[in-house]
Nanobody, 121 residues
Framework: QVQLVESGGGLVQPGGSLRLSCAASGRIFRINTMGWHRQAPGKQRELVAIITSGGDPKYVDSVRGRFTLSRDNAKNTMYLQMNSLKPEDTAVYYC???????????????WGQGTQITVSS
């Protein structure tokens, strides 16, 4: 099986920065697209950003210019650098990944357990 573990969440003041990590482990042949989603209290889970296996990131409008997504394929790890944080960024952040377990198996989506980000003074 595959496990995704997020780390780096916490409490930060408005305008501050945090860096999230998402490390994948287990029977991994290849990881395709990886991404971050978030879910604020009382709201549906929403996409934040995705990054292809080639390292091309895409962002939703609300975080573009403030968040930077990157990945280290050798470590099966993805990073989300979040700057200029706003109270509306408060949410539980989840990573996910499209993982192939072998050369002949189609990719499957795996999710992490989530990490809380709270932006408040």
């Amino acid at each position: 099986q595959v496990q995704l573990v997020e780390s780096g969440g916490g409490l930060v003041q408005p305008g501050g920065s945090l860096r999230l990590s998402c490390a994948a482990s287990g029977r991994i042949f290849r990881i395709n697209t990886m991404g971050w989603h978030r879910q604020a209290p009382g709201k549906q889970r929403e996409l934040v950003a995705i990054i292809t296996s080639g390292g091309d990131p895409k962002y939703v409008d609300s975080v573009r210019g403030r968040f930077t997504l990157s990945r280290d394929n050798a470590k099966n790890t993805m990073y989300l650098q979040m700057n200029s944080l706003k109270p509306e960024d408060t949410a539980v952040y989840y990573c996910n990944a499209d993982v192939e377990l072998s050369s002949w198996a189609p990719g499957q989506i795996y999710w992490g357990q989530g990490t809380q980000i709270t932006v408040s003074s």
